[in-house]
């Protein structure tokens, strides 16, 4: 029995670490490290765990048959706890991106599956080899692809509303639960199922994050003007004859002049930061090494996070369309932290 496991467990495993392997590699800006992917895979684990004990409860208050719980209701717990990792992910900047959003979410995917699976080879060691490998495969794309599709859609939201309540988790998970709740409705089928994730949910998968890295280049080559373009401006002195100026100016009659110079003094910190952050990818991108931090961009840091308390959440509210702070410009200074 422990040779046939041995057998049976790589073909339901190996496929979907290999595709995970995959977007790690094929990520151009190296945007989440190896150590950074086995956690969140680690994360995805302890879901899988969680998922397991709710599901157990969940089903014993169940009125119907097992089959009718695995289609209407295990999607919902499921996809719940894959969220929770993700929710931590994005609230605390650590992910900012479509790429490293899809990554992170087909890793929490990744490890759910391999404990979901493992179950499933321990638990039903009767089974078919063929019946067991396609199941475990088409599971564990599914598992990955669901939290990726989930992950992708809830980061793009946050972009456009960075400090946005959980509500804007909703839209992705009603797509992944749908995803989750389609393919069980196939596992009578399981070679259908698997047939039918393995088409869709990779291909999806692989055109969006083409698009992403395209967006990410894009975002690039034009704030990396911007930012030029504003430092330039503050270090010549013409700041506020600029239309970018007369907006500050704006804002003399509800703000107190030491507001104004501490926003001033914010803008210029930010600009300064967001190029060194910018930094950091290209020579990512151009596989050269990366330089280590140093401490005058701890010091800025620190700086820029004493002045955003001191002009509080209405004055950063008022900078924000000087700052261009959508979660991708939020997201660049915490990976200067990183």
């Known amino acids: 029995m422990n040779d046939t496991w041995l057998i049976r467990a790589p073909l339901a495993l190996v496929p979907v670490l290999l595709f995970l392997a995959v977007l ?3 990520d151009s800006y190296k945007l989440l490290r190896l150590k950074t992917v086995l956690t969140i895979t680690a994360a995805g684990a302890l879901a899988a765990g969680a998922s397991y004990a709710a599901n157990v409860w969940a089903f014993a208050h169940f009125a119907g048959d097992f089959q009718s719980y695995s289609r209407y ?10 969220a929770v990792v993700l929710v931590f992910l994005i609230r605390t900047r650590r992910v900012g991106l479509p790429v490293d959003a899809g990554i992170a979410g087909f890793a929490i995917g990744t490890g759910f599956a391999l404990v979901e699976n493992l179950y499933y080879l321990a638990s039903r060691p ?3 080899l063929a019946v067991q490998a396609i199941r475990g495969f088409g599971t564990a794309i599914m598992h990955g ?16 509303q960075p400090n946005g309540g959980l509500h804007l988790m909703l839209p992705g998970y009603l797509a992944a639960v749908a995803l989750h709740a389609g393919f069980n409705q ?4 399981p070679a259908l199922a698997t047939l039918a994730t393995v088409l869709v949910l990779p291909f999806v998968i692989y055109l969006v ?3 992403s890295e395209r967006v990410l280049r894009d975002w690039l080559d034009t704030d990396l003007d911007s930012n030029v373009q504003l430092l330039e401006l503050i270090n010549s002195g013409t700041f506020l004859d600029s239309p970018l100026g007369r907006v500050l100016g704006s804002l003399r009659d509800r703000f107190r002049g030491e507001d104004l110079a501490d926003m001033l003094c914010l803008l210029r910190l930010h600009g300064e930061l967001a190029l ?3 930094g950091v990818l290209l020579l990512r991108e151009s596989g050269m090494e990366e330089l280590a931090l140093d401490d005058e961009t701890r010091d800025k840091l620190a700086e820029l996070a004493q002045l955003e308390r001191a002009i509080g959440r209405t004055g950063m509210l008022a900078l924000r369309p000087l700052m261009m702070a959508t979660g991708k410009d939020i997201w660049q200074l ?3 932290d990183r």
């Open 24 to 26: 790690v590699q094929g």
């Open 73 to 82: 209701l295990s999607p919902w717990i499921e996809e719940s706890l894959k």
């Open 126 to 128: 009767d089974t078919a």
């Open 145 to 160: 692809g669901t939290a990726t599709v989930l992950a992708m859609i809830s980061v793009t939201l946050y972009e456009r």
């Open 186 to 189: 196939l596992l009578m089928r």
């Open 209 to 211: 994050f083409q698009h």
């Open 276 to 278: 060194r952050a910018k």
């Open 334 to 336: 915490k990976l200067l």
